[in-house]
């Protein structure tokens, strides 16, 4: 049983435009979620992260939105870049605990 | 930024075969992973250890064990390889606490024969 969801394998945008990468979780005890970006055949890389004291952080191009009541989280890149072209995914992790769940990833391709 | 390190990078071998995935880290940090992830799907913990001699099997049941003689190394073995173990392999750590994220190697691509 999955608990963390992302349903849109893939997302194609515009250089210069907005990427809005999506992600739903079913358990209520995470309060601590993260994304991730990787490339084929090599390691994820952080990318931000967002308590669930809050509901917004920002690091440069990077915005995490949590949405509690809806179980929802979704990361905005602007403006998008071709070196954005990656997968990338969402983690979750429960509170008291150090074990993280991922999502299937959202392969996005930003087009020159 | 992340001073983990795993070797080999890619390896394939024939099955029946004896591996050791390796997995350094040289930070200090206490709690160790090794995640299993197929392209399109999400990853997948497979140990996970806490400290020196504790270690845990993940949510994702797998052939593969670990040790943690040391803090900076936790070493996956696959006694014999099967070409159903074809994958990546991933090695992880982090900082004590919560709320902290987890640091990644380059991966392992395993394949088997």
Known sequence: ?112 | EADIYQTPRYLVIGTGKKITLECSQTMGHDKMYWYQQDPGMELHLIHYSYGVNSTEKGDLSSESTVSRIRTEHFPLTLESARPSHTSQYLCASKFEGFNEKLFFGSGTQLSVL
């Open chain 1, 1 to 112: 049983d999955q608990q963390v969801k992302q349903n849109s394998p893939s997302l194609s945008v515009q250089e210069g435009r907005i990427s809005i990468l999506n992600c739903d979780y079913t358990n209520s005890m995470f309060d601590y979620f993260l994304w991730y970006k990787k490339y084929p055949a090599e390691g994820p890389t952080f990318l931000i992260s967002i308590s669930s004291i809050k509901d917004k952080n920002e690091d440069g191009r990077f915005t995490v939105f949590l949405n509690k009541s809806a179980k929802h989280l979704s990361l905005h890149i602007v403006p998008s870049q071709p070196g954005d072209s990656a997968v990338y995914f969402c983690a979750a992790s429960p509170s008291g605990f150090n074990k993280f769940y991922f999502g299937s990833g959202t392969k996005l391709n930003v087009k020159p």
